[in-house]
């Protein structure tokens, strides 16, 4: 399950007042914007030699990504068809009478298998909703599982081979559901159990063909500073959140009466629902305020991240990028000073990216926006979450733009920037929004062609806006 949303931080509804608004050009963002190896390998200028290979290695990824999403579906379904047969099966007493429906659904055994099966759907949604690319998609599958090997063991000892990376309130909830649906060996739900422990075995078979196809796939590290097209694309992965009017513009907004107003770029959903809210409760005459969604690396362009660049501003107003208030309050004097001593231009921002040795390798170096963001990986990759570092490493974003930019001492190919479950969510909900705002403003009447015509804008017109 996904981590809690960080605390909400925002500024008091009676610093938001007037707002300007703009037009915005935002491109619509997905997680199959994360390039693949061979993709992000050749925009950096440093793809290897044989790279005909690399079609080849693909072409395995997304054949066992396929084969794993088929084989966990039909997991599924057999589960969900065992459950029918469950809450409406049983043999007749030793007097022969059968027992209704209704009292068969009810007995013990029957209600923790149908909770079983309920915790596991959503479980799958959870993991259909992470991303339709190979990596997310291993391992949020893993997390699934993991559960189910651990739910449907019928060896203590090595259920407990399935624990790890397991919160442990879901460790006890499944040991609990385990337990329930052995009440009586050889009934309808052991047997039942039984039958799931057969066809557990596709998918994890599956799942150990797609992550050899991934180990094989990986791109090779090359020293080579990367292009800005190619650090583009890798800050293009992360989605950012802005805020919108009716009419898809950007609202600024004014901390105080006759300051410059502010349009900002969030990085935390949980921020950026909560400036939504509060946005909506000050200016109840703006109508459609909704949330936009840009990638990272058009962001941080419009907010003049890139040394010489000045910012994108409109009426002027100012363009921020900004992460969590609390981390901002207490990293800002910290990143400044990274980013003085890089030579780089004083800015109106800073934002923190965060990074572990434990989570690197020779062949990835991931990158978070939170620290929420990373311990959530840390868990996925099957560490204690006890076990975090205390301390991270962190920098400025302007910084680690600039040292892939600039610098041959690193694989700059092997970064990548990885979005948060709660960013991904949130981006599902924008776009939602967007449609629905897009539906009222054309009239009930045009409510499909409005979506139709914002979905054709997302996916590229908007970038000739």
């Given at each position: 399950?996904?981590?809690p949303p ?9 610093s ?8 915005t ?6 997680p199959s ?24 290695d693909?072409?395995?990824?997304a ?7 088929r084989s ?18 049983a043999?007749?007493?030793?007097l ?67 624990v ?8 006890e909830k499944?040991?609990a559901?385990?337990?329930a ?11 039942a159990?039984s ?10 078979e ?15 590290p090359?020293p ?7 650090v ?12 919108l009017?009716g009419?898809?513009?950007?609202v ?11 349009a900002?770029?969030?990085?935390d959903?949980?921020?950026?629902r909560?400036v ?7 200016m ?21 991240g890139w040394?010489?660049?000045?910012p ?20 800002g ?11 780089l ?7 923190p990216?965060?990074?572990t ?23 996925v ?18 910084v ?58 997302e ?7």
């Amino acid at each position: 399950p996904p981590l809690p949303p960080p605390p909400l931080s925002t500024a008091p509804e009676s610093s938001l007042s007037c707002s300007e608004t703009a037009p915005t050009a935002a491109a619509r963002w997905s997680p199959s914007h994360s390039p693949s190896p061979a993709a992000a390998a050749a925009a950096a200028g440093s793809k290897n030699e044989g790279s005909s290979e690399d079609g080849d290695d693909e072409a395995e990824v997304a054949a066992a990504l396929a084969a794993l999403s088929r084989s966990i579906d039909a997991f599924m379904d057999q589960f969900a068809q065992l459950e029918l047969g469950v809450l409406s099966t049983a043999r007749p007493s030793i007097l022969g009478r059968k027992a209704s429906p209704e009292a068969i659904a009810a007995r013990p055994d029957r209600r923790a298998f149908k909770e079983a099966h309920q915790h596991f759907c959503e479980v799958h949604r959870l993991m259909r909703g992470e991303s339709d690319e190979a990596l997310p998609a291993a391992a949020g599958s893993m997390q699934l599982l993991r559960q189910a090997a651990l739910y449907l063991s019928d060896d203590e000892a090595a259920a407990k081979e399935n624990v790890r990376a397991v919160p442990a309130e879901t460790v006890e909830k499944l040991a609990a559901l385990r337990a329930a649906g052995r009440r009586k060996a050889g009934g309808t739900v052991a047997s039942a159990l039984s039958q799931l422990r057969v066809a557990l075995a596709g998918p994890l078979e599956a799942h150990s063909k797609l992550v050899a196809a991934l180990g094989a796939s990986q791109v090779q590290p090359v020293p080579a500073a990367l292009s800005r097209e190619a650090v583009t694309a890798k800050l293009n992965t992360v989605p950012t959140f802005c805020l919108l009017d009716g009419q898809s513009r950007v609202v600024g907004m004014r901390e105080e009466e006759g300051a410059t107003p502010t349009a900002c770029f969030y990085t935390d959903p949980a921020e950026a629902r909560a400036v939504l809210e509060s946005a909506k409760r000050a200016m109840p005459d703006v109508r459609g305020l909704h949330l936009g969604v840009t990638p990272l690396g058009r962001a941080f362009a419009a907010c003049g991240g890139w040394p010489g660049d000045e910012p994108q501003g409109h009426i002027a107003s100012t363009l921020k990028l900004q992460g969590s208030a609390a981390v901002r309050e207490q990293m800002g004097p910290f990143l400044r000073e990274q980013a003085e001593k890089q030579g780089l231009p004083e800015a109106a921002w800073q934002l923190p990216v965060f990074c572990t040795d434990q989570l690197q390798s020779a062949h990835a170096m991931p990158f978070f926006l939170s620290r929420e963001a990373l311990v959530d990986a840390w868990v996925v990759a099957g560490l204690e979450r006890d076990a975090v570092p205390d301390s991270l490493t962190a920098m400025d974003l302007r910084v680690l733009v600039h040292q892939m930019s600039t610098t041959d001492k690193f694989a700059w190919n092997t970064v990548n920037l990885l979005a948060s479950r709660e960013a991904v969510d949130l981006v599902s909900e924008a776009y939602a929004e967007g449609r629905a705002v897009a539906a009222a403003r054309s009239g009930g009447g045009a409510a499909e062609s409005a979506a139709a015509a914002l979905d054709a804008a997302e996916a590229g017109g908007a970038e000739e806006e």
